[in-house]
């Protein structure tokens, strides 16, 4: 099984989300990530932050078995093996068995808008029920502002999207904010990226 060549935008925007992720991963703990395609980020991420333990995790076990081949070569001792993890379930894996290393950030970066809405609900009542008071959510991606596009790249994205799936699409930072702060996530920064993308990180206030 190769590794498709659809993830190398993991690889493009990596070094610009790295350059922000510093600012905010914790000096200790554990960082999930969701959504972690074919572990580019991962692999580079738990190599940075060591020795924070980075957990990766995806919907789609033929991405697991992608991430499996990625890491064999790697000695990365806080790189944990990939996990299956649906964000829309009641009670997610690191929830039952989780205690020498406790989750203190999410990391998740282009999903919310190739997903339903619900998929987005189901990740942020996740990071609120698992965050530690001042845990952050970091999510990357391209989102509406106010209501409009960002840039006319953003719409015909939209469009494509859209008609790949109806219930896919950028959503509206104000509406993911709504939704945050209704399961005790605060908004702490909003980060210009390039290719009118954002990183947008997430306080716990509980």
């Known amino acids: 099984m190769g590794l498709p060549p659809e993830l190398s935008s993991a690889d493009r925007n990596r070094d610009d989300i790295l350059a922000v992720l510093r600012e905010f991963v914790p000096a200790e703990g554990s960082i999930l990530e969701i959504a972690s395609g074919g572990g580019q980020h991962a692999a580079c991420f738990a190599s940075e932050f060591a020795p924070q333990v ?46 020498d290393a406790p ?35 970091f999510l990357y991606g391209p989102f509406n502002r106010d209501g409009a596009f960002t840039s006319e790249g953003n719409a015909n994205f939209d469009i494509s999207l859209r008609g790949r799936n109806p219930e896919w699409g950028l959503r509206d ?22 290719v009118n993308n954002l990183s947008v990180v997430f306080r716990a206030t509980k």
């Open 103 to 137: 989750i203190r950030m999410i990391y998740n970066v282009n999903m919310i808008h190739i997903a339903p809405w619900s998929v987005c609900l189901g990740l942020l009542a996740g990071a609120g029920r698992i965050l530690p008071e001042d845990g952050v959510l």
């Open 173 to 194: 930072l104000s509406e993911v904010c709504d939704a945050a702060n209704e399961v005790g996530l605060a908004l702490d920064r909003v980060v210009e990226m390039p």
């Open 54 to 99: 980075w957990q990766p995790s995806e919907y789609d076990p033929a991405r697991i078995d992608i991430m499996r081949m990625r890491f064999a070569g790697l000695d990365l001792p806080n790189l944990r093996a990939p996990i299956i993890l649906d964000v829309g379930t009641a009670t997610w894996p690191v929830e039952r068995d989780w205690s």
